[in-house]
């Protein structure tokens, strides 16, 4: 069955260059303050994750999209099409891994040093690597070969899967970890709110009710987590809802699958826009408190 509507695919086509151009040039930035001898930051090497992360699902999802628009052939390799799902799953995985590793390691650093998590504000920094390790790895087990028996058409690759309820029993255990990556995001973005809140109401001269004070660097190092955190659940939220109707039921397939690539794509674009737009001096890397 043909799903293909070219408006979407326009659409989709946009998205993958708006933010394969996004991504690159936020690497771009930090290569050059690599070069120049810039301080390197304990989260400078989680966003760096984050950005090969983003790029990774929009080049599985959107490239492939872009050349089937553009006439090319679809991917009739079962190990082809089973190698992009493999590492836009993978792709994804990570980016919510780094933004839940980011979120943790910023309420270790904006709290108080007489709070029980000031002790980790010195090992905290030199967990980053292993656990950005343990993150790709961790991906890469969760998501194993099973049994194909019905064919999907994704436009670029015509891919098999489960019937109705073993899709779905697959789509809960791949997405029992990201569940967990959801609570630790939540928690530490309610954490942060509340410190910078308590952190507020001890500076009498702070003005407004924003409970993210614009005067200190690791207020609005936190508000940009904040944001980037909420705005990744919302769209990994919408995502997974378009992905669980898309398994369950067949008639809908047609219409949502290529709704279901532009919701993917949506954070992996948005991101690194909103990543720059924290810091409007230079088109570098926002400015994330250091550990």
């Known amino acids: 069955m043909d799903c293909s509507d070219w408006t979407v695919d326009m659409i989709i086509s946009t998205q993958t260059v708006a ?7 936020l690497l771009c930035g930090y290569i050059v303050l690599h070069f120049i001898g810039s301080r390197i930051r304990s989260t400078d090497l989680i966003l760096k994750h984050l950005i090969v992360a983003n790029s990774l699902v929009l080049l599985c999802k959107g490239v492939p999209q872009t050349m089937a628009v553009s006439g090319w052939k679809q991917i009739h390799s079962d190990f082809g099409c089973k190698l992009l799902f493999f590492l836009h799953r993978v792709g994804t995985g990570v980016s919510i ?10 309420v270790i650093t904006i709290s108080p040093h007489n709070s029980r998590w000031a002790a980790l504000k010195i090992t905290a920094p030199k967990c980053v690597v292993l656990s950005l390790f343990l993150c790709w790895i961790l991906q890469m087990l969760a998501i194993s070969d099973k049994n ?13 899967h489960h019937d109705g309820t073993r899709e779905a029993l697959c789509a809960v255990l791949l997405l029992f970890p990201d569940v967990l ?9 309610s954490s942060m709110v509340l410190i910078l809140y308590r952190h507020k109401q001890q500076v009498q001269h702070i ?5 993210f004070p614009r005067s200190f ?16 659940v919302y769209f990994y939220t919408l995502f997974s809802i378009f992905q669980l109707v898309v398994a369950l039921f067949d008639h809908l397939r047609c219409s949502l699958v290529n709704k279901t690539v532009i919701i993917a794509a949506c954070f992996p674009t948005v991101s690194p826009f909103l990543l720059t737009s924290r ?3 230079v088109h570098s890397p926002p400015p994330v408190f250091s550990l």
Not at 19 to 25: A, D, P, R
Not at 148 to 160: L, R
Not at 207 to 211: K, L, R
């Open 19 to 25: 933010g394969i151009l996004g991504n690159f040039s």
């Open 97 to 106: 891994g780094s933004i839940c590793l980011l979120s943790v390691f910023q």
């Open 148 to 160: 194909i028996t019905k064919k999907i058409d994704f436009g670029y690759c015509s891919a098999v």
């Open 181 to 189: 990556y959801l609570g630790l995001m939540l928690w530490a973005g």
């Open 207 to 211: 003005q407004g009710t924003d409970p």
């Open 217 to 232: 660097p690791e207020s609005r190092a936190s508000k940009t987590i904040f944001l980037l955190g909420s705005t990744f």
């Open 279 to 281: 810091d409007s001096s």
